[in-house]
């Protein structure tokens, strides 16, 4: 166990920077999500905590020390890689043994530490295959008996499950949760999938263009998104998101048709100027049309989920989904209301992407 | 796809066949002559049935031509090559793929040259350099005035001297370095995921240890076959062997088989002849039989 900082941890190829000097505190015992689309610098981040890639700039720390110039052996971290990177010439046992073997430990010893992995990962009885005679699952639990048997400070994982079909994604994923509430060490998790983020996060780090968006735990996250990225990155189906005008009376604009208020509680007010306003699927119910404070809008097609449905309506070329778990009698082309509680809606800045909070009169008074 | 006919398939069938014949009626030929005595290997067709005189031709063969010791010089010197080959390349194109160094992209042309450079081509110098392996400093030293400079001042003559000729050293060295076996290697490391590198890396590995325990282990396919590639073709060496090898005790079987080639107005003893070529060609021919099975392991192996 040990706790990790990231103080201005930048990483450049050349010209190219791929991570903006990033400062990030992971504490001890934590799980902590990487989570943001591909090309983000996420991988790097990863990479470069466990030792693989150079840092250009600043500084990691790992319980307090500063880690920058040691061997990947010597930070004492652990790493699953997305293809497993299992050694196809041994066998399961040699495989989750190798690194008791390169640290020189006793036969003896080391065949009781590889009983002991399996029999946690339930993989005792492949102990003799040859990775190339397992399943995709079979695989990724010897890639982390692999990591689990050096007992390490701190496990990084990069994209695990990616390679996994979605019935065992769901499995592993409840399986390295237990594991990390059993073990207790600081995991570092990599992933482009916002449903492995939220249910395995003690906090998710949101990262984007090698910038970090929002750090903050899943219902943060989902809750109080910080920037107009944060919004519409997470969620499924993503947030709802339109670009207008706030009026001075707290009145959002879209055009003549679409006006919503915004904030019904007395004394809060929004700064004027253009902003983008996000609802969630969820947040957004279905009305008769016609009713006031409704938007009008027109059904295009509803996706069914089984226990939900999610309707894709159109308001004049922009398209908007509602999420309902009620099963309303609707088809293609009907009329309906779309109604949204102010206190849903999230607003962000036009152009700096930063989220907007509504500020009380007495605030702005005294800062 | 081609369809596939009957006439077709007689056809392909008649091509395959004379293309064995072809391939196999030397060795006929060696064996059969290898077992008459003087008189029937003389006569004129040579008969196509096997004689009875195999085992007197083979020890007249074997006693003239020294077989025995020369038969262990090459088994010795073609090992040699074909293991250093093997290690060398291995090595070398080890420090190409895997480590980030000033110069390895001329290090790596520069071995690429090395192709286009046959021992026959730089015959002399290589000569030159084994009779005395330190020549190139001796040379150095007299064209710096260095030898003059401590014979006039110290009365020292300096003259440094490592002859390699009539020796193994010389008569392997020179033959180990390869490019071939080299680009094999490289080519084989560059199908190897980087994962794996990254995976002993953080396992503690050191770049030793993951050479040991990852690659050599991987490229076993590779090294089997390039060990009896490099077996077969350093047996078969011929003018090396003939320059290095002075000392008639010493030479290797392939140089000693032209003592048991009659002479013009010798006896025409032929019959002892192919018995020795048989017994000098059957070693490498064992080999690769026997490699055969490995090799098509690798190559069916699934585990890469």
Same mark, same amino acid.
């Given at each position: 166990m040990a706790s990790i900082s990231l103080r201005n941890v930048k990483k450049t190829y050349g010209k190219n920077a791929v991570v903006h000097g990033l400062d990030l505190d992971i504490e001890s015992g934590e799980f902590i999500v990487i989570l943001g689309p591909s090309g983000c610098g996420k991988s790097t981040l990863l990479r470069m905590i466990v030792g693989l890639e150079e840092i250009s700039e600043g500084e990691i720390l790992i319980d307090g020390t500063v880690v920058n110039r040691l061997e990947p052996r010597q930070r004492a971290c652990a790493m699953v890689f997305q293809n497993y990177a299992l050694y196809p010439h041994m066998?399961? *046992?040699?495989?989750?043994?190798?690194?008791?073997?390169?640290?020189?430990?006793?036969?003896? %010893?080391?065949?009781?530490?590889?009983?002991?992995?399996?029999?946690?990962?339930?993989?005792?009885?492949?102990?003799?295959?040859?990775?190339?005679?397992?399943?995709?699952? /079979?695989? /990724?639990?010897? *890639?982390?008996?692999?990591?689990?048997?050096?007992?390490?400070?701190?496990?990084?994982?990069?994209?695990?499950?990616?390679?996994?079909?979605?019935?065992?994604?769901?499995?592993?994923?409840?399986?390295?949760? !237990?594991?990390?509430?059993?073990?207790?060490?600081?995991?570092?998790?990599?992933?482009?999938?916002?449903?492995?983020?939220?249910?395995?996060?003690?906090?998710?780090?949101?990262?984007?263009?090698?910038?970090? %968006?929002?750090?903050?735990?899943?219902? %943060?996250?989902?809750?109080?998104?910080?920037?107009?990225?944060? *919004?519409?990155?997470?969620?499924?189906?993503?947030?709802?998101?339109?670009?207008?005008?706030?009026?001075?009376?707290?009145?959002?604009?879209?055009?003549?048709?679409?006006?919503?208020?915004?904030?019904?509680?007395?004394?809060?007010?929004?700064?004027?100027?253009?902003?983008?306003?996000?609802?969630?699927?969820? *947040?957004? !119910?279905?009305?008769?049309?016609?009713?006031?404070?409704?938007?009008?809008?027109?059904?295009?097609?509803? %996706?069914?989920l089984g226990a939900s449905r999610i309707v894709h309506v159109d308001f004049d070329g922009l398209s908007f989904a509602v999420a309902t778990s009620d099963n309303p009698a609707l088809i293609p082309g009907d009329r309906v209301g779309i109604e949204i509680d102010p206190r849903d809606i999230h607003l962000y800045d036009s152009a700096t992407g930063e989220r907007l909070e509504p500020v009380t009169a007495r605030q702005t008074v005294h800062p | 796809m081609v369809e596939r006919t009957p006439v077709f398939n007689i056809l392909c069938y008649l091509i395959l066949t004379l293309g064995l014949a072809v391939a196999l009626l030397p060795f006929a030929i060696v064996l059969i002559a290898a077992t008459h005595d003087l008189k029937a290997v003389n006569t004129v067709p040579l008969p196509l049935v096997p004689g009875t005189h195999f085992w007197e031709n083979m020890s007249a063969a074997w006693t003239r031509a020294h077989l025995g010791s020369k038969l262990l010089h090459s088994l010795i010197f073609a090992t040699s090559v074909a293991a250093g080959k093997v290690a060398l390349s291995s090595m070398a194109a080890y420090s190409i793929v895997y480590f980030r160094f000033p110069g390895r992209i001329l290090i790596f042309w520069l071995i690429f040259v090395t192709l286009m450079l046959p021992l026959e081509v730089r015959i002399v110098p290589t000569y030159s350099i084994a009779a005395n392996a330190l020549q190139p400093f001796q040379t150095l030293l007299d064209v710096s005035g260095l030898t003059w400079l401590a014979d006039t001042v110290f009365g020292l003559r300096i003259r440094l001297e490592w002859g390699l000729l009539n020796s193994y050293t010389g008569l392997i060295l020179p033959l180990v370095a390869t490019a071939t076996g080299t680009f094999l290697y490289r080519q084989f490391y560059l199908t190897v995921p980087d994962e794996l590198a990254e995976a002993a890396k953080v396992d503690g590995a050191g770049s030793f240890r993951f050479f040991l325990d990852m690659l050599l282990p991987l490229s076993r396919a590779n090294m089997i076959a390039l060990f009896t590639i490099m077996f077969v073709w350093s047996w078969n060496q011929y003018l090396w062997p003939l320059l290095i090898t002075t000392d008639p005790e010493f030479g290797i079987a392939v140089t000693e088989l032209k003592t048991l080639i009659p002479s013009e107005f010798g006896l025409p003893d032929w019959n002892v002849a192919?018995?020795?070529?048989l017994a000098i060609m059957s070693p490498p021919l064992l080999l690769v039989i026997l490699m055969q099975r490995w090799f098509v392991r690798g190559l069916i192996s699934t585990e890469k």
């Open positions: 066998t399961v *046992a040699e495989n989750i043994g190798y690194a008791l073997k390169v640290a020189g430990v006793s036969r003896s %010893e080391r065949d009781r530490r590889v009983r002991e992995v399996a029999r946690a990962l339930a993989i005792e009885a492949f102990l003799d295959r040859k990775p190339s005679a397992l399943s995709g699952g /079979q695989r /990724q639990r010897v *890639a982390m008996g692999r990591a689990m048997i050096r007992e390490p400070r701190v496990f990084l994982f990069d994209e695990p499950l990616s390679n996994l079909d979605a019935k065992l994604r769901i499995a592993m994923r409840a399986e390295i949760r !237990r594991l990390h509430r059993k073990l207790g060490t600081t995991s570092v998790f990599v992933t482009h999938d916002q449903n492995e983020a939220m249910t395995l996060a003690d906090r998710i780090v949101v990262m984007n263009g090698g910038k970090v %968006e929002q750090v903050g735990t899943p219902a %943060e996250i989902y809750h109080r998104p910080a920037t107009r990225f944060v *919004a519409g990155f997470l969620g499924s189906p993503a947030m709802n998101l339109m670009e207008g005008e706030i009026e001075p009376d707290g009145t959002f604009v879209q055009d003549a048709t679409r006006r919503l208020r915004l904030s019904q509680q007395a004394g809060h007010a929004f700064p004027g100027g253009r902003a983008v306003l996000g609802v969630r699927a969820e *947040a957004a !119910r279905l009305v008769a049309p016609g009713r006031p404070d409704a938007l009008p809008a027109i059904v295009d097609f509803i %996706e069914e | 192919m018995a020795g070529t």
